[in-house]
T-cell receptor, first 116, second 112 residues
């Protein structure tokens, strides 16, 4: 697509429910990143993929968080048993850079999660 | 782990004044990027610096990468109201596997 697309844009859920956030990167982009951004803060790294391989998941806060990118394109970030502290903007970004060099990241509009 | 700090956190300037934001990393960086996020928007890439001591200009914006590759700055000359937003630096530690760590940002307000 023309840009990075994320869905849903807004998600309100009750504590304890599972949520799945979807990211459709720019067509052909090799790398895909997930970040979480609290209000007034910079994006906080969660995890990233090269193609379908998850290269680094050191930023995932705990084992309730997981991500996949099974065919090297669309990615899903899943949060199980949501808690109020999970409320944040979740941002996906993609990059065309191959190999080990980081290039320009193209961010999506984000998915705003609110856990009641 | 790697930490990237930015100062100031907030800056209010009168239109036409200059503005500078500073970025410092706890580790040596292989490269540094700068992003701008307008209110309600998403981060948008501005530039990437790779070489020690590198200076790049984009119209009224001047970006510098420190000699030790642990700090960077963004300077805007003669600010305009269109410069309003939050400016983030983001760095990749030398030797790390491409994890891009963002600073906390500097929120710029330009008063007309």
């Amino acid at each position: 697509g023309a840009g990075v697309s994320q869905s849903p844009r807004y998600k309100v859920t009750k504590r304890g429910q599972d949520v799945a956030l979807r990211c459709d990167p720019i067509s052909g982009h090799v790398s895909l990143y997930w970040y979480r951004q609290a209000l007034g803060q910079g994006p906080e790294f969660l995890t990233y993929f090269n193609y379908e391989a998850q290269q680094d998941k050191s930023g995932l806060p705990n084992d309730r968080f997981s991500a996949e990118r099974p065919e090297g394109s669309i990615s899903t970030l899943t949060i199980q048993r949501t808690e109020q502290r999970d409320s944040a903007m979740y941002r996906c970004a993609s990059s065309s850079s191959p190999g080990t060099k980081t290039g320009e990241l193209f961010f999506g509009e984000g998915s705003r999660l609110t856990v009641l | 782990g790697q930490q990237v700090m930015q100062i100031p956190q907030y800056q209010h300037v009168q239109e036409g004044e200059d503005f500078t934001t500073y970025c410092n990393s706890s580790t040596t960086l292989s490269n540094i990027q700068w992003y701008k996020q307008r209110p309600g928007g998403h981060p948008v890439f501005l530039i990437q610096l790779v070489k020690s001591g590198e200076v790049k200009k984009q119209k009224r914006l001047t970006f510098q990468f420190g000699e030790a590759k642990k700090n960077s700055s963004l300077h805007i000359t003669a600010t305009q109201t269109t410069d309003v937003g939050t400016y983030f630096c983001a760095g990749v530690s030398s030797g790390s596997a491409r994890q891009l760590t963002f600073g906390s940002g500097t929120q710029l307000t330009v008063l007309p």
